[in-house]
Structures are given as structure tokens and as C-alpha cells.
């Protein structure tokens, strides 16, 4: 999950008509002409059609989804939030044709970036929302329905004032063991050390959860191809953080 700034949807506000602040924020910007024909012509088949509430990228009440009927099949769930432009996604779908996959993000150009590449690469094991992550986890999927939550360098909201934005927190921790099933795993990963030791803080505080790892930090996780937004934070110098705990 790459520090992107997604685009906006219609006329509405992130944070209009929601109780709780949300980990994004949408801003202006534009798709490339190829961006919109591959949106155009195949959203349908990667993107899930999940009805609104009020706030843009809510979720609507009620509005539920059945992976088995997403997939047509029944295999390990892996989701991912924030996808981005997709690499890590991709990449894993490539690799594990046998799993199942579902990305989530707000940021329509990076969601027609991956349409593109998955046409290419002819993917059936992968599917996208457009919607809060979060709602989708705790409103949308059937509770134990998921095998691994992906959150890979979500945004840091660095300044202090903003760290209440932080995606990664009590309550996100709540949803996530709500949405996985028992011995399920939540990997994290991020270049900002604050953020590295916040989540850690929180998953090891988290009722349900347990550390699958020894030591201070997680292995880098094998299963997350090397990118070159995280290519480029290691050249700064910035130590790349996993995290990754079993839902006990």
C-alpha cells in the first residue's frame, strides 16, 4: 500500500457522514486514456459491484458478499488493503493460481493500472473492491472468511495531529480477528519506524492475536515481491519493517 493520494468519487468527502476518521484521502487527478478504457471495458470482471451508504466509499447496510460466489470456487481468501498499483497483488496472484484474491482500494487509477496488468496476465483468482477497507472486513465478508489480511506501507500520517488517521489501531486490529479465520494471519510492513513500532504495540495489546515471529521484527516476507517504492525507501536508508501475527 503505497503512499498514493487517491482520486475523488463523485462530489462526496471521504469523512462526510462517518462516525470514525478514515485512513485516506482522496484529492484530484485524472486517468490516462488507457487507464480508462481498461476501467471501461473490464471493471465488471475484476471489480466487485458492492452498493454505498452515504459516504463514498462506504459500505451500504446490509450489502454482504459470499467469496465462494465472488470466486466461483472455494480456496484460501487472501486480502489485501491498500493494493496500490498493484504489484504486490499481482505478483502473489501469479504465484498462487490455487488462492484467492481481493484487493481493496480507493484509488480508481491505481485500480485500472491493476485491470490492465491482470488482463495481461489473464488472472481468474483476483478480484478488487472500491470501497473502506475496513467495512469491507467487518460489513461485507462473512466473519472467519478470510486466510491472511495484507498491509503492506500504508500511510504514516506522520504529524502527530494526524496519527488518529492511522489505518493500523485498536479497533482495525478488532475488525481484522473478526474477519479471519482461526490460525489466519495479518502480515504488516512499512518503511516508518514510528509506524513500526505503533503497530507493533497494538497487534502485541490486540485480544486474539499472537506474534508468528521471534525476535524484535518479522522476516521479510517472502511472498511480497520487492517494489520500487520499497526499493527506494531502502536506498534512502529507511529499515523495512514486517509484522505478522496469527489470529490465536
Known amino acids: 500500500m503505497s503512499h498514493q493520494q487517491p482520486l475523488p468519487h463523485k462530489s462526496f468527502d471521504p469523512g462526510t457522514f462517518r462516525d470514525k476518521p478514515v485512513s485516506f484521502v482522496r484529492r484530484s487527478g485524472r486517468m490516462t486514456p488507457s487507464q480508462e478504457r481498461a476501467w471501461e471495458q473490464h471493471h465488471a470482471k475484476y471489480v466487485l459491484d458492492i452498493p454505498h451508504g452515504r459516504a463514498a466509499t462506504s459500505v451500504a447496510d446490509g450489502a454482504s458478499g459470499d467469496p465462494e460466489r465472488?470466486?466461483?470456487?472455494?480456496?484460501?481468501?487472501?486480502?489485501?488493503?491498500?493494493?496500490?498499483?498493484?504489484?504486490?497483488?499481482?505478483?502473489?496472484?501469479?504465484?498462487?493460481?490455487?488462492?484467492?484474491?481481493?484487493?481493496?482500494?480507493?484509488?480508481?487509477?491505481?485500480?485500472?493500472?491493476?485491470?490492465?496488468?491482470?488482463?495481461?496476465?489473464?488472472l481468474r483468482n483476483l478480484r478488487l473492491a472500491e470501497v473502506n477497507a475496513p467495512e469491507l472486513l467487518e460489513n461485507y465478508l462473512p466473519a472467519g472468511s478470510v486466510d491472511e489480511v495484507w498491509v503492506f506501507f500504508p500511510d504514516?500520517?506522520?504529524?502527530?495531529?494526524?496519527?488518529?488517521?492511522r489505518l493500523v489501531s485498536a479497533d482495525f486490529a478488532r475488525?481484522?480477528?473478526?474477519?479471519?479465520?482461526?490460525?489466519?494471519?495479518?502480515?504488516?510492513?512499512?518503511?516508518?519506524?514510528?509506524?513500526?513500532?505503533?503497530?507493533?504495540?497494538?497487534?502485541?495489546?490486540?485480544?486474539?492475536?499472537?506474534?508468528?515471529?521471534?525476535?524484535?521484527?518479522?522476516?521479510?516476507?517472502?511472498?511480497?515481491?520487492?517494489?520500487?517504492?520499497?526499493k527506494k525507501g531502502a536506498d534512502k536508508g529507511r529499515a523495512i519493517r514486517d509484522l505478522a501475527y496469527r489470529r490465536a
Not at 77 to 90: F, K, M, N, S, Y
Not at 156 to 165: D, E, L, S
Not at 180 to 209: C, I, K, N, Q, S
Open 70 to 122: 465472488i470466486f466461483g470456487r472455494t480456496a484460501p481468501l487472501v486480502v489485501e488493503v491498500g493494493t496500490g498499483q498493484g504489484h504486490a497483488i499481482l505478483h502473489a496472484a501469479e504465484q498462487q493460481p490455487d488462492t484467492n484474491f481481493l484487493g481493496v482500494e480507493v484509488f480508481r487509477a491505481g485500480l485500472a493500472r491493476t485491470i490492465i496488468r491482470a488482463e495481461l496476465a489473464g
Open 175 to 230: 475488525i481484522v480477528a473478526t474477519a479471519l479465520r482461526p490460525g489466519g494471519v495479518l502480515r504488516l510492513a512499512t518503511d516508518w519506524e514510528d509506524y513500526a513500532e505503533h503497530m507493533r504495540e497494538v497487534l502485541d495489546a490486540a485480544p486474539g492475536f499472537a506474534r508468528d515471529f521471534d525476535g524484535e521484527w518479522a522476516p521479510r516476507f517472502a511472498g511480497r515481491v520487492l517494489t520500487a517504492f520499497e
Open 156 to 165: 504514516p500520517w506522520a504529524k502527530a495531529r494526524h496519527h488518529k488517521r
